[in-house]
C-alpha cells in the first residue's frame, strides 16, 4: 500500500513553531517513527509553502497512489485550487489538522478541502496523521 503525506505552508517549522499549539516535535522526527511503525506501507512525504506545488503533488500521487494524507495549512481556509484538485483525484484524502480549528478564530472554521475529502481530523495533534494512515488502510478498495 502507497500513502502519500502532504504538508501545506509553515510546517516545515514544526516544533519550532507556536509549540503551545502544533507541539515541540518535528514533522521528520514523527515521520521516521510512522515509517518504522507501519513496515507494510510505503510513505512518501512532501511539503511546500506555494500553493501550485501543492495543487501539482495532489496530481502526481492523486490516479496511482491508495491514499494521501494531506495538511493544507493555511490553505485550508482560502484555497479553491486545492479543493478543486482533491475533487479531481481518484486517490481518497483524508484532511489532517493539528490544532483543533473550530476552537480557534472564525476563519479557521472555513475549509475549501473538507467537503471533497473522506474525512477531516482536526485538534488531536500529530496523532491525527497517524489515525488518517489508519483509516486509509482499514478502508482500502
Ligand atoms: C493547521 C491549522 C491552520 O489554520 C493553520 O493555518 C496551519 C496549521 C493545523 O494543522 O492545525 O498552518 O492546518
Not at 509553515?10 to 516544533?15: A, I, Q
Not at 484538485?85 to 489538522?97: D, F, L, N, Q
Request: hydrophobic share 40%; net charge negative; proline share 4%.
Amino acid at each position: 500500500m502507497k500513502i502519500a503525506i502532504i504538508n501545506g505552508p509553515n510546517l516545515n517549522l514544526l516544533g519550532k513553531r507556536e509549540p503551545g499549539i502544533y507541539g515541540s516535535a518535528s514533522f521528520e522526527s514523527f515521520f521516521d517513527q510512522l515509517q518504522q511503525s507501519h513496515p507494510h506501507i510505503l510513505f512518501s512525504y512532501f511539503q511546500s509553502n506555494i500553493e501550485g506545488d501543492l495543487v501539482d503533488e495532489l496530481q502526481r500521487k492523486g490516479f496511482e497512489w491508495d491514499g494521501i494524507v494531506m495538511n493544507p495549512g493555511a490553505y485550508t481556509h482560502t484555497s479553491v485550487a486545492i479543493g478543486d484538485a482533491v475533487a479531481a483525484i481518484k486517490t481518497p484524502v483524508i484532511e489532517v489538522h493539528i490544532s483543533n480549528v473550530h476552537a480557534r478564530e472564525d476563519f479557521r472554521k472555513i475549509s475549501h478541502v473538507s467537503a471533497k475529502c473522506r474525512g477531516t481530523i482536526s485538534g488531536l495533534g500529530l496523532y491525527g496523521y497517524e489515525l488518517a494512515v489508519l483509516a486509509l488502510s482499514l478502508n482500502k478498495d
